[in-house]
């Protein structure tokens, strides 16, 4: 009853987000017909456009794992941004400064940026262990303090001068992932992020230390009681998403870019945290999840190129659709009146 109630209750937040946006579409525009045209379909009208939404969804499956994992422990430490930004950053010191084989170069970038992802996302949770700080405030504050000193480094050691804006130099050859499709952006990073899904909803379901996270998360106190070590699983946890977050920043740099520019945060774990409510920290929902909200993404911006909509309507929609699936009581009526019936069904 609860996965069918889980399902329906989504269905319905997805109908009525879409809904909304429609509507605001003929409130505001000239020609709605086009921009819901391009909005919902502008992806399925070439190659190039429908593999974007592969590409795009690259990054959202990588945070949208590591948030996922760590509100599946019960905690909220948003360090993933810091941890993806910051593995960019040694990804493009690594594709600039090191020269390896091609097969060994990407190989070694990775687990570079997933180790230092991990040693950053352990921060929040140490201070929360041993200081007992609030894990959301801590993070917050040092996703700004690592933002900075990437563009302290990327500007100090890595900057091409002659580029004429922030950009680092170009990156060596080998120290990229190619592509899956020709004439698209769709790389092998996104197998690689299917690989991590896979990984992580192994050992979320199948593993002691997922039953750990799992009980952790959902009843800290019985944890306690039933002599599970929480200090470590809130440690472990967020080790494990900073390095996925780390190696989502590596593989978004190797599959999409030849040079670092990211002179603005990308706030990806923003992204990521509607991406594991959607999933229901479920990782292998990830994907889906991933895939929706970079297609309506890519829609979005097809639209604001064709019609006199802009892109910003996307903001609606996730607003909506987070709304009625947090929101506790939504639909709540329904699924007690269809436990009633079950209840007498049972008893007749």
């Given at each position: 009853?609860n996965?069918k109630f889980t399902?329906v209750?989504?269905?319905?937040?997805?109908?009525?987000?879409?809904a909304?946006?429609?509507?605001?579409?003929f409130?505001v525009?000239?020609?709605?017909?086009?921009?819901?045209?391009n909005?919902?379909l502008g992806?399925?009208?070439?190659?190039?456009?429908?593999?974007e939404?592969?590409?795009?969804?690259v990054?959202?499956?990588f945070t949208?794992l590591a948030?996922g994992l760590?509100?599946?422990?019960?905690n909220?430490?948003m360090i993933?941004?810091?941890c993806?930004?910051?593995?960019a950053?040694?990804?493009?010191?690594?594709?600039?400064?090191?020269?390896?084989?091609?097969?060994v170069h990407p190989?070694v970038i990775?687990?570079a940026?997933?180790?230092v992802?991990g040693?950053?996302?352990?921060?929040p949770?140490?201070l929360?262990?041993y200081?007992?700080t609030?894990?959301l405030v801590t993070?917050?504050?040092?996703?700004?303090?690592?933002?900075?000193l990437?563009?302290?480094?990327?500007?100090k050691?890595?900057?091409?001068r002659?580029?004429?804006?922030?950009a680092?130099k170009?990156y060596q050859?080998?120290?990229?992932?190619?592509k899956?499709?020709s004439?698209?952006?769709f790389?092998?990073?996104?197998?690689i992020a299917?690989?991590?899904v896979i990984?992580?909803?192994?050992?979320?379901?199948k593993?002691k230390?997922?039953y750990?996270?799992?009980i952790?998360?959902?009843?800290?106190?019985?944890?306690?009681?039933?002599?599970i070590?929480?200090?470590?699983?809130?440690?472990m946890?967020q080790?494990?998403?900073?390095a996925v977050?780390g190696?989502g920043g590596a593989v978004e740099?190797?599959?999409?870019y030849q040079?670092?520019?990211w002179?603005?945060?990308?706030?990806y774990?923003?992204?990521?945290v509607i991406?594991a409510?959607?999933?229901?920290?479920?990782?292998?929902?990830?994907?889906?999840?991933?895939f929706?909200?970079?297609?309506i993404?890519v829609?979005?911006?097809?639209?604001s190129?064709?019609?006199?909509?802009?892109n910003?309507l996307v903001s609606i929609?996730q607003a909506?659709?987070?709304?009625?699936?947090?929101?506790e009581?939504f639909?709540a009526g329904?699924?007690?009146?269809?436990?009633?019936?079950?209840?007498?069904k049972?008893?007749a």
């Amino acid at each position: 009853m609860n996965k069918k109630f889980t399902i329906v209750r989504l269905l319905c937040a997805f109908a009525i987000a879409i809904a909304l946006s429609v509507a605001v579409i003929f409130a505001v525009s000239e020609e709605p017909v086009t921009a819901i045209y391009n909005l919902f379909l502008g992806p399925l009208q070439s190659k190039r456009h429908f593999f974007e939404v592969f590409a795009s969804s690259v990054p959202l499956i990588f945070t949208g794992l590591a948030l996922g994992l760590v509100f599946k422990s019960g905690n909220f430490s948003m360090i993933a941004d810091a941890c993806l930004y910051t593995g960019a950053v040694v990804t493009a010191a690594l594709a600039i400064k090191t020269s390896l084989p091609f097969a060994v170069h990407p190989i070694v970038i990775m687990i570079a940026a997933a180790a230092v992802g991990g040693l950053i996302g352990s921060i929040p949770a140490l201070l929360k262990v041993y200081f007992h700080t609030n894990e959301l405030v801590t993070s917050l504050m040092f996703n700004y303090v690592f933002f900075y000193l990437g563009i302290y480094n990327v500007t100090k050691f890595l900057a091409d001068r002659e580029a004429g804006t922030f950009a680092s130099k170009k990156y060596q050859a080998t120290a990229s992932l190619g592509k899956l499709i020709s004439g698209t952006n769709f790389h092998v990073g996104y197998l690689i992020a299917i690989v991590a899904v896979i990984l992580l909803y192994i050992l979320v379901y199948k593993t002691k230390f997922g039953y750990e996270v799992r009980i952790s998360g959902s009843n800290p106190e019985f944890a306690k009681y039933s002599g599970i070590r929480t200090s470590r699983v809130i440690i472990m946890t967020q080790v494990i998403a900073g390095a996925v977050a780390g190696l989502g920043g590596a593989v978004e740099q190797m599959g999409m870019y030849q040079r670092f520019n990211w002179q603005d945060s990308p706030s990806y774990a923003w992204d990521g945290v509607i991406i594991a409510i959607l999933s229901g920290n479920n990782p292998k929902m990830v994907p889906f999840a991933a895939f929706f909200l970079a297609y309506i993404r890519v829609g979005a911006d097809l639209m604001s190129r064709r019609s006199d909509v802009q892109n910003e309507l996307v903001s609606i929609i996730q607003a909506v659709l987070i709304l009625f699936v947090t929101a506790e009581r939504f639909m709540a009526g329904w699924k007690q009146r269809e436990e009633a019936k079950k209840a007498l069904k049972g008893e007749a």
